[in-house]
């Protein structure tokens, strides 16, 4: 069973950068696309990214284009992803998920991590 490990999350400035990974392990990432969804408390989650396996191609919350990117190095079974130009509303837990990816940086989602702690202030 694919298992997904988030890290590096941790607290920045505004303005500031982070860099998540998420590593699989107990099996290949193979086909699976790879999203990141986050979740504040009290509010509904939403999709933040998702990059197909097949031609590395990415989609973007509308919130995050311009300052997010995700990436896949599938010979290390890890996706990234690499937080610029963070602002407070950034601040939520970043779960990463195996499936597919759907409409507007959404999931059909087989595998989801733990979570890590993004958090944003000044």
């Known amino acids: 069973q694919l298992q997904l490990v988030e890290s590096g999350g941790g607290l920045a400035q505004p303005g500031g950068s982070l860099r998540p990974s998420c590593a699989a392990s107990?099996?290949?990432?193979?086909?699976?696309?790879i999203g990141w969804t986050r979740q504040a408390p009290g509010k509904e989650g939403e999709g933040v990214s998702c990059?197909?396996?097949?031609?590395?191609?990415?989609d973007y919350a509308d919130s995050v284009k311009d300052r997010f990117t995700i990436s896949r190095d599938n010979a290390k079974n890890t996706a990234y992803l690499q937080m610029n130009s963070l602002k407070p509303e950034d601040t939520a837990v970043y779960y990463c998920?195996?499936?597919?990816?759907?409409?507007?940086?959404?999931?059909?989602?087989?595998?989801w991590g733990q979570g890590t702690q993004v958090t944003v202030s000044s």
């Open positions: 998920a195996a499936g597919l990816c759907s409409e507007a940086a959404g999931m059909a989602v087989r595998y």
């Open positions: 107990g099996s290949s990432l193979g086909n699976d696309a």
């Open positions: 990059i197909i396996s097949v031609d590395g191609s990415a």
